[in-house]
């Protein structure tokens, strides 16, 4: 340790992971690297390769490096700036430790995690899992939320258990549809019917999500789905507005005024998502006083329905004609990028990203605290 860390709060930032939005995640933590006020905390940066290793770079910004693909530059991980390490999953030895250091200087003391791993091991509870075993404070949702979170039909239920409106859907199985296409799309056009939208129910990223419009193409978008998941989503399409909410917070949770994804494509896919760079936020939703209190009053009732904590964003359709709102889906580590809908709502809002991240480590501490005094009274 020296002088300058002294009295200073740990962070460890945990980015890249396994998943397809290995990327998002690496312009995700350096935002975040970026905004932790350095009179307040000692960063310390974990990344995750696509392979699945852990590595603790040697400062701040290590591990993350921009480099030229083609025209323009992009943020990489550069695995040489850093060493392998493993996190202790041991709670009487807490922290990481260095795999290629000797024993008496391999051990990396945390405070507090603040994990921005999008999608699977990563925001489906799973990372979470483990830092439950390390016993160590992390930023964001726990096991069940993230979970839930991430499964769309399991969170579809919660939110229509609190009373939010969901679009009506039905939930197959790989093996049926395998087993039995022509009955399972049969049912599907008479409880359904066209358009509906296929997914897998573990998802992100508009990843094997098709709109069908017939049987041909319904017969596709399932095989599509298939190959993402063993259980299959599908629903009746909403002409609707795309509105999201910013909430932060654990027992008493706060929404940020809503905004609007008008996307650049039939719907928002991945390359309306990534690559085609025209689809439009617009920060605050130009709505009615009413709606934005409806909304907004939603968004705190989905995320308690699902018992989140620290953050998430909870993106609506608002019906075109009927003003009805219905949710489409919670994600509990969303976009956290400079130019993210999740930070950018907070802005409009009044807290600014690097207030964000500090209110987010608070969050965290107060979790922990929180969980600490249950232990106490059962023990
Ligand atoms: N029922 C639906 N009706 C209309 N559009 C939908 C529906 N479900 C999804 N979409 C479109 O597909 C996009 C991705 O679906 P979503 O469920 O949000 O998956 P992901 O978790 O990958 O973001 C949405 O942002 C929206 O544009
Ligand atoms: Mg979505």
Redesign the pocket.
Same mark, same amino acid.
């Not at 629903?235 to 909403?238: I, K, L, P, R, T």
């Given at each position: 340790m020296n002088s300058e860390s002294v009295g200073k709060i740990k962070v460890g930032v945990i980015f890249g992971g396994r998943s397809g939005e290995h990327e998002v995640s690496l312009v995700s933590a350096n935002s975040i690297i970026k905004a932790l006020n350095p009179d307040k905390y000692e960063v310390i940066p974990v990344g995750i390769t696509r392979q699945g290793a852990w590595m603790v770079g040697v400062k701040p910004e290590a591990l993350l490096e921009y480099s030229k693909s083609g025209s323009h530059s992009c943020l990489a991980f550069n695995a040489t700036s850093g060493g392998k390490a493993s996190l202790n999953c041991d709670p009487t030895n807490k922290g990481l430790m260095l795999l290629d250091k000797p024993k008496a200087e391999n051990q990396v003391q945390l405070d507090v995690l603040f994990p921005i791993i999008h999608g699977t091991s990563g925001e489906d509870g799973t990372l979470q899992g483990m830092l439950e075993l390390a016993d160590m404070p992390y930023v964001g949702c726990g096991v069940l939320a993230s979970a839930v979170g991430m499964d !769309?039909t399991f969170s579809k239920r919660l939110f229509r258990d609190a009373g939010i409106e969901i679009?009506p859907y039905k939930e197959v199985l790989r093996s049926r549809v395998k087993s039995d296409p022509d009955l399972v799309i049969s049912e599907i056009e008479s409880e359904l019917g066209y358009p509906c /939208?296929v !997914?897998p129910v573990n @998802?992100?990223? @508009? +990843?094997g999500?098709s709109k069908a419009k017939s049987r041909d193409s319904l017969k596709v978008a399932l095989e599509l789905a298939a190959r993402y998941d063993r259980k299959i989503l599908v *629903?009746? &399409? +909403?002409n609707g507005r *795309?509105i999201e909410v910013s909430v932060l917070g654990n027992d008493d949770p706060i929404a940020s005024l809503p905004g609007e994804i008008v996307?650049c494509n039939e /719907? &928002? $896919?991945y390359s309306a998502k990534y690559v085609d760079n025209r689809s439009e936020l617009k920060i605050p939703a130009d709505l009615s006083a009413e709606t934005i209190e409806q909304i907004r009053a939603l968004a705190i009732r989905a995320y308690k329905a699902l018992d989140c904590a620290g953050m998430a964003r909870v $993106?609506f /359709?608002l019906e075109r004609g009927s003003n009805r709102i219905i949710i489409? *889906?919670i994600n509990t580590i969303p976009g956290f990028t400079s130019i993210s809908m999740y930070p950018k709502l907070w802005e409009a809002t009044g807290i600014s990203y690097p207030e964000l991240v500090d209110r987010l480590v608070d969050l965290a501490l107060e979790r922990y605290r929180d969980k600490q005094e249950s232990l106490a009274t059962v023990s």
């Open positions: !769309k679009a /939208f !997914k @998802s992100g990223s @508009s +990843v999500i *629903e009746s &399409y +909403v *795309e996307p /719907f &928002y $896919d $993106d /359709f489409n *889906e």
